[in-house]
């Protein structure tokens, strides 16, 4: 399943910028939004290929960015990389870098993985990454089908990534990674 993703205020970073781009993950950043507000992922007759919670929050951030002055723009890439940011091609990155170096920041919507893309992405801009999301799990979820063809989540939990196995993992690096010393 997705990963879970928490909005963060990205107003305060923002503040000072005449100008943004804001980049999203659809499937990890829009599953997220639906599963918050309990609301369809997917609606394939009302808004194919995008998340309509998703979509309300960028057009939220939009305004709320407007409000201070900071002129925005929603990137929309190729079918793939709209839904997973951290599948962009070199072609893709190198679109995201010809749209960001008319912007002072990028906005990123998605996860870790997401945020990375986008940073590669910008290297050689004078364009600052602001995070926008953060990392608070994996959803467990079902998924749901519809009329007319929505696609929803029910039964949903969110499972942290690094719980009993990172727990593990830090016993056995103290045990066998760490540098011997005589």
């Known amino acids: 399943m997705p990963i ?13 910028l005449d100008s943004a781009l804001i980049v999203a993950c659809n499937m990890c950043a829009g599953a997220s939004l ?28 939009q305004f709320q960015l407007r409000e201070k ?3 925005t723009k929603w990137f929309k890439g190729g079918v793939l990389q709209q839904f997973f940011l951290c599948l962009s091609t070199s072609r893709h990155r190198k679109k995201i870098q010809k749209y ?12 870790d993985s997401a945020i990375e893309t986008v940073r590669d992405s910008v290297k050689g801009t004078n364009c600052n990454v602001i ?30 990534i690094c719980d009993r196995h990172c727990k593990q993992a830090g016993k056995m690096g103290q045990r066998h990674f760490l540098p011997h010393h005589p």
């Open 4 to 16: 879970h993703l928490t909005e963060l205020d990205v107003i305060p970073e923002a503040e000072g």
């Open 34 to 61: 639906a599963m918050k507000e309990n609301k369809p992922f997917m609606q394939v007759f009302g808004s194919f290929l995008k998340s309509p919670p998703l979509v309300r929050y960028i057009k939220r951030l």
């Open 69 to 71: 002055g900071i002129k």
């Open 100 to 111: 960001a170096k008319k912007y002072e920041a990028v906005i990123v919507l998605g996860c």
């Open 131 to 160: 995070v926008g999301m953060e990392v608070g799990g994996i959803m467990n979820t079902k998924p749901k089908f519809h009329s007319p063809c929505n696609i929803s989540f029910e039964g949903s939990k969110i499972i942290p």
